[in-house]
C-alpha cells in the first residue's frame, strides 16, 4: 500500500504551498527602493521568489540584479516612479499550466519584472522528501499568457 500513499503524493504536490498554511509576508514591495548597507549602495526590488523556506528578493543596483534575503538590505517604503503594468496574478494565486503533458495546477511562488514585463515563478517539478543540492532549480519563470487563473 506504500505504493499508492506515494502515487497519491506524486499527484497533489502542487496543491500545497511551501510556505505551509499562511503565506509570510513580504518585507518591501516590488519597485520599493532599497539601500544595501554591506555596500553602501542603494537600488530597487523588481521581483521576488520562495526559496529555502525564506522570500529571496531580486535587487536592481547599478546595472545589475542581486538576489538577497530579507536581512541583507533595508526598506525604504519609497516606490520607484516608473510606468509599469500590473501583474496579473499576484503571489500564493493558483494556476493552470500546461507543460506538454496535460494541464497541471500550479502556486505563483515568485514575481518578477523585467522591462515592464512580468514573470511568474512555478514548480515545474516534484519537490523531494529529501532535500538534495541539484544544480537544476525547481522553479520555472512563466508569463502570465503561459498561465491561467484557476479558482480554489
Known amino acids: 500500500m506504500m505504493s499508492n500513499e506515494i502515487a497519491v ?3 497533489c504536490w502542487h496543491n500545497s504551498a511551501p510556505w505551509g498554511q499562511a503565506m509570510p509576508p513580504l518585507a518591501i514591495q516590488i519597485l520599493e527602493k532599497v539601500f ?3 555596500s553602501n549602495l542603494s537600488g530597487y526590488c523588481c521581483g521576488v521568489y520562495w526559496e529555502k523556506q525564506e522570500w529571496i528578493y531580486a535587487i536592481v543596483c547599478q546595472g545589475e540584479t542581486l538576489y538577497l534575503p530579507r536581512r541583507e538590505f533595508s526598506g525604504t517604503s519609497l ?5 509599469v503594468s ?3 496574478f499576484k503571489l500564493g494565486d493558483v494556476v493552470e499550466v500546461d507543460f506538454g503533458e496535460r494541464s497541471t495546477y500550479r502556486i505563483i511562488q515568485g514575481i518578477f519584472c523585467l522591462k515592464n514585463n512580468w514573470l511568474y515563478a512555478v514548480e515545474w517539478s516534484s519537490p523531494t522528501l529529501e ?3 541539484s544544480a537544476q532549480s525547481r522553479i520555472i519563470w512563466l508569463a502570465d499568457v503561459d498561465l491561467a487563473k484557476v479558482d480554489v
Open 86 to 88: 500590473t501583474s496579473v
Open 131 to 133: 532535500e538534495r543540492p
Open 9 to 11: 503524493l506524486e499527484a
Open 36 to 38: 544595501l548597507p554591506s
Open 79 to 83: 516606490l520607484k516612479k516608473a510606468q
